[in-house]
C-alpha cells in the first residue's frame, strides 16, 4: 500500500467518547487525505493537508478535525463519536504535481455504538 | 470538477477483454481522467489517466474520444482477481488535488 499505515484497522468505540485515526506514510509526499466509505457511497472526502500544519476541509467535515504536525503523520480525530460516524476510513498520499496519482491506505473499520 | 456516469454493473468471462465505459460530458479542457478500482474492502487502487490521447500501461489501456466526452477503461485479458468496483473520476488541476468519486461500475469476471 505504497508506504501508508493506518491505525487502528479496527476499533470499536460509544458513543460521546474522542476517536483518533492515524495515517503515517513513509513516501514523503506532501498531501495527505481523509476518506470515509458508506454502504451505497462512494469515498468522501472529509479533510486534506498540503503541508505541515496546513489542512483545510473537504465535503463532509463536520464533527471531524485534523492535524498534521509532521510529514510523515496526518490525525483524524471524531472529538465526541457518534453513530452516523461508523464507518471506514481510508487514508491517501499524494505528491501533489499535476499528475497527483493518490495511494490508499488499508483503510480503518470504525463502529460507534 | 465535471461529473461522470458510468453503468452500475457489467460482467465478463476469465480471459476475454472487459471495456468499462465512462461519460463525463462536461469535461473541461485542463480535466484528467482517472480510473481507480476497489476490490472488496480494500483501499482503491490507481490504475491508469489520460487528459486527451489514449493511455496504456501494465494494467490497462485508457481510450478517450476525440470530443472527450467518454472514455473507455479496458482490461485486455481479465481474470477472476479483476473483481471489483471501477471508478471514473474527472479531476481538475485546483490545488486541493481531491477526487470526488462517484459510484463505480462493479465488475464481475466470470468463470
Known amino acids: 500500500d505504497a508506504g501508508i499505515t493506518q491505525s487502528p484497522r479496527h476499533k470499536v468505540t460509544e458513543t460521546g467518547t474522542p476517536v483518533t485515526l492515524r495515517c503515517h506514510q513513509t513516501e514523503n509526499h506532501r498531501y495527505m487525505y481523509w476518506y470515509r466509505q458508506d454502504p451505497g457511497h462512494g469515498l468522501r472526502l472529509i479533510h486534506y493537508s498540503y503541508g505541515v500544519k496546513d489542512t483545510d476541509k473537504g465535503e463532509v467535515s463536520d464533527g471531524y478535525s485534523v492535524s498534521r504536525s509532521k510529514t510523515e503523520d496526518f490525525l483524524l480525530t471524531l472529538e465526541s463519536a457518534t453513530s452516523s460516524q461508523t464507518s471506514v476510513y481510508f487514508c491517501?498520499?499524494?505528491?501533489?504535481?499535476?499528475?497527483?496519482?493518490?495511494?490508499f491506505g488499508a483503510g480503518t473499520r470504525l463502529s460507534v455504538l | 470538477d465535471a461529473k461522470t456516469t458510468q453503468p452500475p454493473s457489467m460482467d465478463c468471462a476469465e480471459g476475454r477483454a472487459a471495456n468499462l465505459p465512462c461519460n463525463h460530458s462536461?469535461?473541461?479542457?485542463?480535466?484528467?481522467v482517472y480510473w481507480y478500482r476497489q476490490i472488496h474492502s480494500q483501499g482503491p487502487q490507481y490504475i491508469i489517466h489520460?487528459?486527451?490521447n489514449n493511455e496504456t500501461n501494465e494494467m490497462a489501456s485508457l481510450i478517450i474520444t476525440e470530443d472527450r466526452k467518454s472514455s473507455t477503461l479496458i482490461l485486455p485479458h481479465a481474470t477472476l482477481r479483476d473483481t471489483a468496483v471501477y471508478y471514473c473520476?474527472?479531476?481538475?488541476?485546483?490545488?486541493?488535488?481531491?477526487?470526488?468519486f462517484g459510484s463505480g461500475t462493479r465488475l464481475l469476471v466470470r468463470p
Open positions: 491517501a498520499i499524494s505528491e501533489g504535481t499535476a499528475k497527483n496519482i493518490q495511494y
Open positions: 489520460g487528459l486527451k
Open positions: 462536461t469535461i473541461s479542457g485542463n480535466e484528467y
Open positions: 473520476i474527472v479531476r481538475g488541476t485546483d490545488s486541493s488535488y481531491k477526487l470526488i
